[in-house]
T-cell receptor
């Protein structure tokens, strides 16, 4: 069955360091993959989208990589700040009408 | 810029009651999605609409139904509520053909069944 796996344990890092979050998937052949940020009690907020023919995508302090051979995406936040503390969700599109299927998310805590 | 509007923000219902959640998508977005998110869980897809027609269905109980109206707003109707229905319910919209875009989620409705 189709599965998206993210590290369920919280990631704690020091301010200024780079945070790296992992998303692995099985039994999917996604055309593209998306990353969202979610704060407690709020809706997910779109961050980045990367296509299957793109190895890397950047947006300000964010970087996403996509390895379709390994079936893995890495999400990096450089020069992390306490305001980056949130849950980060990996999502793949499934079906003809493009519904999003989410991973369980990884909670990131950036400490001053 | 206009976002996805959901109402109400909070809703408390008793078991076996009925609840109606509303969603107003971003103008010109032709697809609406409904998600349910339990405590500590990832959002689970319930149902979607494309151009006012149901386009896909996920793990939505038979007690739930939804529709999209001529003005593109959507409503999720939940009957015979159970304690396990307590969750955050999100609506998202996107332009179906705009695969370069992420999906825009509303702030959600927190449903508490007591």
């Amino acid at each position: 069955s189709q599965k998206i796996e993210q590290n369920s344990e919280a990631l704690n890092i020091q301010e200024g360091k780079t945070a790296t979050l992992t998303c692995n998937y099985t039994n999917y052949s996604p055309a593209y993959l998306q990353w969202y940020r979610q704060d407690p009690g709020r809706g997910p907020v779109f961050l980045l989208l990367i296509r299957e023919n793109e190895k890397e995508k950047r947006k300000e302090r964010l970087k996403v990589t996509f390895d379709t051979t390994l079936k893995q995406s890495l999400f990096h936040i450089t020069a992390s700040q306490p305001a980056d503390s949130a849950t980060y969700l990996c999502a793949l599109v499934s079906g003809g009408y493009n519904k999003l299927i989410f991973g369980a998310g990884t909670r990131l805590a950036v400490h001053p | 810029a206009a976002g996805v509007i959901q109402s109400p923000r909070h809703l408390i219902k008793e078991k076996r009651e009925t609840a109606t959640l509303k969603c107003y998508p971003i103008p010109r977005h032709d697809t609406v999605y409904w998600y349910q998110q339990g405590p500590g869980q990832d959002p689970q897809f319930l149902i979607s609409f494309y151009e006012k027609m149901q386009s896909d269905k996920g793990s939505i109980p038979d007690r739930f139904s939804a529709q999209q109206f001529s003005d593109y707003h959507s409503e999720l109707n939940m009957s015979s509520l159970e304690l396990g229905d307590s969750a955050l319910y999100f609506c998202a919209s996107s332009p179906l053909t705009g695969q370069d875009y992420g999906y825009t989620f509303g702030s959600g409705t927190r449903l508490t069944v007591v």
